[in-house]
């Protein structure tokens, strides 16, 4: 398959602890975006990067939220001491031209 | 600030009718693009159509069209002769051209059900 992939599929976790989600962008594309979507909503704009440069982040990116890309591969999205709030579908999407193509999510459930 | 809204939250018809999903944006720019994505339950989104601004015809494929008024800021989206497989959650977005970026804003979303 050689869509974007993202993993874990599914995470529970406890409040106050960290996680991490994983994309891999399509191989050629230099540009990589992460959305959050919460239960029945549009997906929102969190960051983007242009190879490994982060070039902009949306203001729902709390200082517990750190997203890179090094080496302008696959990209990393953190969040620190976890709430419930953080609970959602976490999409990265990745475009070289035309259009942006999505993987089918991570989704985070805090407890 | 970009909006889009879609008014409709849920549709359900039955399989074969034709149906028509409403989209609404705001925007300050002359220049912009305008998608729809469709999101199957198991949450990838799939990218149906772009549409940039200046172009206001509008477009047929297959059993799908889509109607761009400028006049009245919609973008709308019509199944013909619905499937069951239609069934999904279908996003209108808005997205500025001079990004470049495609930073989109999603509207809210309409839950199309097609029952057999």
């Known amino acids: 398959d050689t869509g974007v992939s993202q993993n874990p599929r599914h995470k529970i976790t406890k409040r106050g602890q960290n996680v991490t989600f994983r994309c891999d962008p399509i191989s050629e594309h230099n540009r990589l975006y992460w959305y959050r979507q919460t239960l029945g909503q549009g997906p929102e704009f969190l960051t983007y990067?242009?190879?490994?440069?982060?070039?902009?982040k949306s203001r729902l990116l709390s200082d517990r939220f750190s997203a890179e890309r090094p080496k302008g591969s696959f990209s990393t999205l953190e969040i620190q001491r976890t709430e419930q709030g953080d609970s959602a579908m976490y999409l990265c999407?990745?475009?070289?031209?035309?259009?942006?193509?999505f993987g089918e999510g991570s989704r985070l459930t805090v407890l | 600030a970009q909006k889009v809204t879609q008014a409709q939250t849920e549709i359900s018809v039955v399989e074969k009718e034709d149906v028509t999903l409403d989209c609404v944006y705001e925007t300050r720019d002359t220049t912009y693009y305008l998608f729809w994505y469709k999101q199957p339950p198991s949450g990838e989104l799939v990218f149906l159509i772009r549409?940039?601004?200046?172009?206001?015809q509008n477009e047929i494929s297959g059993r799908y069209s889509w109607n761009f008024q400028k006049s009245t800021s919609s973008f709308n989206f019509t199944i013909t002769a619905s499937q069951v497989v239609d069934s999904a959650v279908y996003f209108c977005a808005l997205s500025e051209f001079a990004q470049g970026a495609q930073k989109l804003v999603f509207g809210q979303g309409t839950r199309l059900t097609i029952n057999p």
């Open positions: 549409r940039n601004s200046f172009d206001e």
């Open positions: 990067f242009q190879n490994e440069a982060q070039l902009e």
């Open positions: 999407a990745s475009i070289l031209t035309g259009e942006l193509f």
